[in-house]
């Protein structure tokens, strides 16, 4: 399934009354990770209040040890503090970065914005080696967008 029929279908769960934000955004990431062959797993993580690191809110595929990231570790770390998208093509040329699983070769993070703040992210692992085009950072930012409007 391509991204033009993802939309409507996030917007859908994101628009359901009787969810809470958590279960929307696992439905969200699980959406993604059975219908993007290369998305292996997808999860956000947000500000863990007034501490300067990130804890994992939703998540699809295997559960991850690091539920828990200080800002400035890992590629999630590091664009909780840079406020950028960062696409890694292949995992192994990355000195600061974390490894959830030996079959991740590549990963992105799109940061998500509340009112122009950085609050969260939405991460994604793949175990295919340089999957990620421009195509997959737009999709992303827009799913972000449509979560911020239900924080
Ligand atoms: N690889 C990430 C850690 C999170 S896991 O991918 C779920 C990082 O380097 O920040």
Partial sequence: ???????????????????????????????????????DWVGFYFKNGDKEELKLKAFAGEPTDHEIIPFGKGIC???????????????????NYIACSIYVK???VIPLFVNGENIGQIDIDSHTEDPFSHE???????VNQKVAEIL
Avoid: R
């Fill in 136 to 142: 997959d950072e737009l999709f992303l930012e827009w």
């Fill in 77 to 95: 770390g590091q664009v909780a503090v840079s406020n950028k998208n960062f696409v890694v093509p292949d995992v192994k040329n990355q000195s």
């Fill in 106 to 108: 590549a990963e992105i």
């Fill in 1 to 39: 399934m391509h991204f033009p029929e993802l939309k409507p279908q996030v917007q859908n769960i994101l628009n359901q009354e009787n969810l809470d934000v958590k279960d929307k955004l696992t439905q969200v990431c699980e959406l993604l990770e059975q219908n993007i062959p290369y998305y």
